[in-house]
């Protein structure tokens, strides 16, 4: 597995609009009832990766309209938190996931939460094309890091390895630091 140069992986030269699957009031993904996108695609190639079938970018099925208004309706029930983007690599699918997430924050607004699973970390997102600033901009919550085996730890909640972390976004962008979500950390808060 190697690490992207900057701006070096976009989505209209990889994504094809496909699909893994999509899972409706999903209690894993994240806290609370959510619904879960998994996209197809993923360049990274994480040795041990628990989602191998879904690197394909031509993996699934194609993303629809269709799909993209039931997950809508989907979110409106009341006892849903939010939406989970997983993959594949979510940031290598924006052409699907923007126009997703903009017609959820115009429905919902801050009412419904967004994760978001990344082999991207944190920092390499801040300095990659606009698509991706862009979406990361509207994630609440992001998980980020490659998978690494080698730090495999099936105690952890929400990731898989100990190098993942898990951010609050909306806080980093406004401290221009990485802002831990305390909960699932035993380090501080802020790295």
Not at 53 to 75: K, R, V, W
């Amino acid at each position: 597995m190697r690490n992207p140069a900057p701006k070096e992986w976009k989505d209209d030269e990889w994504s094809q609009g496909y699909i893994a699957d999509y899972k409706p009031f999903s209690f894993v993904d994240g806290e609370g009832v959510r619904c879960s996108l998994y996209v197809s695609g993923c360049l990274f190639q994480c040795p041990g990766c628990y989602n191998r079938a879904a690197q394909s970018f031509s993996y699934g099925h194609p993303y629809t309209q269709s799909l993209e208004n039931q997950i809508l309706s989907d979110l409106s029930k009341e006892y849903v938190q939010g939406l989970s983007l997983l993959g594949g690599e979510p940031f290598l699918n924006t052409s699907i996931i923007l126009p997703l997430v903009s017609r959820m924050r115009e429905m919902f607004g801050d009412k419904k939460d967004i994760w978001c699973w990344t082999g991207y970390t944190f920092e390499e997102l801040l300095v990659e094309t606009s698509d991706k600033l862009q979406l990361l901009a509207e994630m609440d919550v992001v998980v980020d890091g490659r998978f690494r085996l080698e730090e495999k730890d099936l105690g952890l909640a929400f990731r898989g390895s100990r190098n993942q972390r898990i951010i609050n976004v909306p806080a980093s962008l406004e401290k221009g630091r990485v802002i831990l979500m305390g909960a699932f950390h035993s380090s501080p808060e802020s790295v």
